[in-house]
């Protein structure tokens, strides 16, 4: 599918009006277009779509264009140096504001904030510039505190009165992943410390809050490699995670674009060297569920890289979204818008009453017990088709349905709540029995506990009689030595005689034997 085109616009209202929903479609813009560029800031304000900068044939540029979102029709915005410069004139001008790629860009108080970027001015730190929306007069902000290396490709987020930035390119090549926090009151750096695994070094990402607490970083690219992955930083914990979405399957790409209304977040182009990334994503934050609004050809404006994407508010609070430039193998200038479908327009009247959001509520309860999928089949199709009878049928009769499919539902969530009920009690008597069981086991665990603790005493007393009866043993012995003693030393007193004569007898005889003396 092509962006489709519309001829020359003579009211801006019924133009938008006759847009169809979720295409897109080239604005048909009058007076000079500004030349074609990629990797540019881009903001929407009072308005107005501003873009800031950006690359043409390896060349960044130091201009400002604003495109008047009533009359369709493009104008340079001639900047004015701040004359509490040192510096004179068009030199003043420059230093303030030089030609700069992949800066980011943020509308606050009436005033443009640019930050970080690629240009060729000195600053070994990240600068910030402001333009004053009312006087377009250009400034360098003095900041306060530790001031991140300059850097280009990071995303800047405006949470509050705080800017956060995360990742980016440095001027030596280097990959980063740091997350950093400048004050807009007070103008000062603070580096934040996080927790868990952050995501990979990386630079051409982008990133968007969500709730005003959780920052969400999603795609982007290494030096080798491009990035599919989401991650989410808490706010409030410093803590990083990587969640699990639902729903549809991103390609991996660097380069592209988002810009998030309420909780949806709205992505389109980029690509990974190989080819452009055609489908427009939408993200549902709280759900995380991930969609296709809708596609072009790889070869179409909209899947570039290095566009912009914000969104405006338009015709009867419509609102659209505005995408401008890109290099999709051309470098392109020009604007394309899509229309989005107003978020009641799905929903008949009838099911935005409070009672039918009260009922809507209990339905979703319902679901986290039982038949989650079957029910909200049903709703889901009985709510498309109250909505084509809305729009074709009659509305009495039509007030009578719906009537009768609140009713229906009503039917189901009670048998759901008495299902539930009935499920309760039977868990109530399991959980009886098993407390039962429990005192039971107690009782038989503190008997077994007094036989050990007997048993343990017992024991005791056994090991202390074997020790006395092993000492007792140990006194026998000594005694039985010393008796041995005393028996010998008996021997020697009352026969002493025979000892001698044995001792006389037997050599005399031995002597006698040898001289050949025969006894007498």
């Known amino acids: 599918m092509e962006a ?85 004139g068009e030199n003043r001008l420059q230093e303030v504001f030089p030609a700069v790629s992949g800066c980011s860009v943020i509308s606050w108080a009436n005033k443009l904030i640019f930050v970080g970027g690629y240009s060729r001015e000195p600053s070994n730190s990240v600068t910030v510039r402001v333009v004053d929306l009312e006087s377009y007069c250009c400034s360098t902000v003095k900041t306060l505190g530790p001031a991140p290396i300059a850097r280009g490709g990071q995303s800047v987020t405006l949470v509050g009165s705080r800017l956060i930035m995360f990742g980016g390119e440095s001027r030596s090549r280097k990959l980063l992943n740091d997350v950093h926090f400048l004050d807009l009151e007070t103008m000062r750096w603070n580096e934040m410390g996080t927790l868990q695994t952050p995501p990979e070094p990386r630079f051409d990402h982008i990133a968007t809050v969500h709730a005003d607490r959780y920052l969400i970083i999603f795609g982007g690219s290494s030096h080798s490699t491009c990035f599919s992955d989401i991650h989410i930083l808490d706010l409030e914990t410093m803590e990083w995670s990587r969640p699990h979405v639902q729903g549809a399957v991103a390609t991996p790409r660097a380069g592209h674009a988002g810009t998030a209304i309420g ?58 979204l505005v995408s401008f430039g890109g290099y999709y193998g051309n470098y392109a200038n020009e604007v394309f818008v899509l229309r989005l479908k107003p978020k009641d327009t799905s929903r008949p009247k009838i099911f935005q009453s409070s009672a039918a959001a009260a009922a809507a509520a209990s339905v979703s309860a319902a679901y986290a017990l039982t038949k989650t999928s079957e029910i909200r089949s049903n709703v889901d199709v009985k709510e498309d088709e109250t909505t084509d009878r809305l729009q074709t049928g009659n509305p009495s009769q039509d007030l009578e349905n719906d009537v009768n499919t609140i009713t229906a539902v009503k039917k189901n969530l009670e048998i759901l709540v008495a299902e539930a009920r009935e499920g309760n009690s039977r868990i109530r008597g399991k959980l009886d029995e098993m407390n039962k069981t429990h005192v039971e086991l107690s009782k038989e665990l503190i008997s077994v506990r007094s036989q050990l603790t007997a048993e343990e005493s017992r024991c005791f007393k056994l090991e202390a009689q074997i020790t006395e009866l092993s000492k007792i043993l140990s006194s026998h012995q000594s005694i039985e030595d010393e008796l041995q003693k005393l028996r010998s030393q008996k021997s020697t007193e009352f026969y002493p005689d025979r000892v001698t004569k044995r001792q006389s007898s037997g050599g005399g005889t031995a002597w006698r034997w040898l001289g050949g003396t025969p006894d007498t």
């Not at 264009?65 to 915005?77: P, R």
């Open 4 to 88: 489709a085109e519309i001829g020359e616009v003579t009211d801006v209202n019924e133009w938008i009006l006759a847009l169809p929903y979720d295409t897109w479609v080239a604005l048909p813009v009058s007076g000079s277009r500004p030349p074609a560029r990629y990797k540019h800031g881009s903001v929407g304000a009072k308005g107005k779509l501003y873009v800031i900068g950006g690359s043409r044939n390896g060349r960044n540029l130091a201009d400002i264009q604003g495109l008047d979102l009533k009359t369709l029709a493009w104008s340079t915005v001639k900047l004015h140096a701040d004359p509490n410069s040192e510096s004179d």
């Open 263 to 320: 909780e949806n977040w709205y992505i389109i182009g980029g690509g990974d060297n190989k080819g452009g990334s055609s489908e427009t994503l939408v993200l549902n934050m709280s759900k995380l569920v991930l969609s296709v609004l809708t596609s072009v050809n790889e070869k179409d404006p909209l899947a570039s890289e290095g566009l912009s994407l914000c969104s405006a508010s338009l015709v009867n609070g419509d609102r659209v």
